[in-house]
């Protein structure tokens, strides 16, 4: 420790100053504001799908459409994949194959609830 500063090395200095003033000025045109198109994401535009529209019907048709929606859904969401498979990076990709496999899958439960229904049906009328 140097001898001459002793005790006042910790103290504030009291000093009065001034601030240098600015002479950086920022000039030019305000920029409009842009708006991000329906469908583009990270700079990037992609072909709208009906894949929501495919995922609503595949899993309507668990609850009460059985094939009745469950075929259309499974045609919607085959144009969807379509779209999406040239692009793998298209946001709606998931949602599209979600619904292909939800849509095939109550399809074949479908039918076998059908062939099901049908078997004890035919049954029951050959055993009397």
């Known amino acids: ?3 001459d500063q002793g ?3 910790w103290k504030e200095a009291e000093s009065q100053g001034t601030m240098p003033q600015a002479d950086n ?3 030019g045109e305000v920029q409009p504001t842009q708006e991000i198109p329906l469908g583009a994401s990270h700079f990037a535009m992609f072909p709208q799908t009906n894949a929501i529209l495919a995922l609503v019907l595949a899993i309507a048709s ?3 459409g059985g094939l009745i929606m469950s075929i259309p859904a499974l045609l919607v969401a085959i144009s969807a994949k379509k779209i999406t498979d040239n692009n793998p990076t298209h946001p709606d990709r998931g949602i599209a194959n979600a619904a292909y496999i939800t849509a095939i899958v109550n399809i074949c439960v479908s039918t ?3 062939l099901a229904y049908t078997g004890v049906i035919i049954f ?3 055993a009397s």
Request: charged content about 5%.
């Open 1 to 3: 420790m140097n001898p």
């Open 7 to 9: 005790d006042n090395f």
């Open 25 to 27: 000025v920022i000039s």
């Open 62 to 64: 668990f609850a009460c």
């Open 112 to 114: 076998l609830l059908i």
């Open 124 to 126: 029951y009328y050959t």
